[in-house]
């Protein structure tokens, strides 16, 4: 079993930054792919921004050039660095892992940015 613990969210006003990590623990053995996906209310979840084991990335189209996705597998763990934050960024946010064909999720965090 994998178990993944996200922290980083908070409050932040219009244009600052946030740092969110998703760090994985449990039987690791090569983790295909890292996500973050977020979820605001009455919203459908979608995926912000993926990387995969061989450091290939993808944005969804609101969040390029604002998001930074990173892993580091010797640690792990998952990274997503947002600056220029939008009150539309609001959400809570999950980190998603695939590992051998099977996904794991983060119980989620809450960013929320003030305008």
């Known amino acids: 079993q994998v178990q993944l613990v996200e922290s980083g969210g908070g409050l932040v006003q219009a244009g600052g930054s946030l740092r969110l990590s998703c760090a994985a623990s449990?039987?690791?053995?090569?983790?295909?792919?890292m996500s973050w996906l977020r979820q605001a209310p009455g919203k459908q979840r979608e995926v912000v921004a993926s990387v995969t084991s061989g450091g290939f990335t993808n944005y969804l189209d609101s969040v390029k050039g604002r998001f930074t996705i990173s892993r580091d597998n010797a640690k792990a763990t998952a990274y997503l660095q947002m600056i220029s934050l939008k009150p539309e960024d609001t959400a809570v946010y999950y980190c998603?892992?695939?590992?051998?064909?099977?996904?794991?999720w983060g119980q989620g965090t809450q960013v929320t940015v003030s305008s």
């Open positions: 998603n892992f695939v590992q051998l064909g099977r996904v794991y």
């Open positions: 449990g039987n690791i053995f090569s983790i295909d792919v």
